[in-house]
């Protein structure tokens, strides 16, 4: 059974950047599909990013693209989410996964970290 650590989450201002990482104790990390969700106050689990075993092929919702890159290195077990010019709407727990299969359903996924905690303030 995989466990998986976030990290990297904070307080920053609107327009900057953070970097999380999600790193994996499981010798078979380059088998799962990795993907990346976040939760607000109130409000249900949703999807952020997606990427395949190989790092090949990422998937990003609509509110994430050309600002969020996901990213992973196998050889280190740890999976990478470049945030770039966040704003408050972006304010949340962000959570790991891992799974079988690429979804942006958190049903899909198997395993979750306990998610970091990101705050953009205006």
């Known amino acids: 059974q995989a466990q998986l650590v976030e990290s990297g989450g904070g307080l920053v201002q609107a327009g900057g950047s953070l970097r999380l990482s999600c790193a994996a104790s499981t010798r078979t990390f380059s088998s799962y599909f990795m993907g990346w969700f976040r939760q607000a106050p109130g409000k249900e689990r949703e999807f952020v990013a997606a990427?395949?075993?190989?790092?090949?092929?990422?998937y990003y919702a609509d509110s994430a693209k050309g600002r969020f890159t996901i990213s992973r290195d196998n050889a280190k077990n740890t999976l990478y989410l470049q945030m770039n010019s966040l704003s408050p709407e972006d304010t949340g727990v962000y959570y790991c996964?891992?799974?079988?299969?690429?979804?942006?359903?958190?049903?899909?996924?198997?395993?979750w970290g306990k998610g970091t905690q990101v705050t953009v303030s205006s």
């Open positions: 990427i395949g075993w190989s790092g090949g092929s990422t």
């Open positions: 996964a891992g799974g079988a299969s690429v979804s942006s359903s958190p049903r899909s996924y198997l395993y």
